[in-house]
T-cell receptor, first 114, second 113 residues
Framework: EPEVTQTPSHQVTQMGQEVILRCVPI?????FYWYRQILGQKVEFLVS????????KSEIFDDQFSVERPDGSNFTLKIRSTKLEDSAMYFCASIGQGGNYGYTFGSGTRLTVV | SQQGEEDPQALSIQEGENATMNCSYKTSINNLQWYRQNSGRGLVHLILIRSNEREKHSGRLRVTLDTSKKSSSLLITASRAADTASYFC?????????????FGAGTRLAVHP
């Protein structure tokens, strides 16, 4: 069964450093998303991406965040200057259609900012 | 309460028993989805029910949706220890053609052998 692949599975970074979280969505999917889950809390929407541009972003997704699809397969989330409160699990997801379909989520990257 | 709130927050049952989890939401939706998350792992899509559907089955899972009450339930029948996980409901609403999910806080299910 096709999978969404995320790397790395765990990243530890110093506060103020830049991090790039990587995702390889399912190859024929068209819509890509990043969500995050702070430990013990609910999963929160960050951003959706379609046709090589951001289609929607949440209040969390401020100027410190950016997304890119640099080639036909990768989808990245960059945090320019990490803060302690950015520590969370970050999930990438993709779907083939924009309508009534379930998402395929990756297994997540656990980001720890120290 | 916020969109997609589940209750109970935690549920502990014995193997073989049924587990029922409920979800309430506030805004209009296109669909409601249930996901499962094993501790520290990714989210696995279980089942999607459209706003014009009232009930849906998938194996041991049964989902109901009452749009008049803005609520849904997930029933797991004949539970197994392997069903131990957190279960989240997520409401999907198409905005400008893009489907964004809003998750609830989840129900932690523990199934004891």
């Amino acid at each position: 069964e096709p999978e969404v692949t995320q790397t790395p599975s765990h990243q530890v970074t110093q506060m103020g450093q830049e991090v790039i979280l990587r995702c390889v969505p399912i190859s024929n999917h068209l819509y890509f998303y990043w969500y995050r889950q702070i430990l013990g809390q609910k999963v929160e929407f960050l951003v959706s991406f379609y046709n090589n541009e951001i289609s929607e972003k949440s209040e969390i997704f401020d100027d410190q965040f950016s997304v890119e699809r640099p080639d036909g397969s990768n989808f990245t989330l960059k945090i320019r200057s990490t803060k302690l409160e950015d520590s969370a699990m970050y999930f990438c997801a993709s779907i083939g259609q924009g309508g009534n379909y379930g998402y395929t989520f990756g297994s997540g990257t656990r980001l720890t900012v120290v | 309460s916020q969109q997609g709130e589940e209750d109970p927050q935690a549920l502990s049952i014995q193997e073989g028993e049924n587990a029922t989890m409920n979800c309430s939401y506030k805004t209009s939706i296109n669909n409601l989805q249930w996901y499962r998350q094993n501790s520290g792992r990714g989210l696995v899509h279980l089942i999607l029910i459209r706003s014009n559907e009232r009930e849906k089955h998938s194996g041991r899972l049964r989902v109901t949706l009452d749009t008049s009450k803005k609520s849904s339930s997930l029933l797991i029948t004949a539970s197994r220890a392997a069903d131990t996980a957190s279960y989240f409901c997520a409401t999907g609403a198409i905005s400008g053609g893009y489907n964004k999910l809003i998750f609830g806080a989840g129900t932690r299910l523990a199934v004891h052998p």
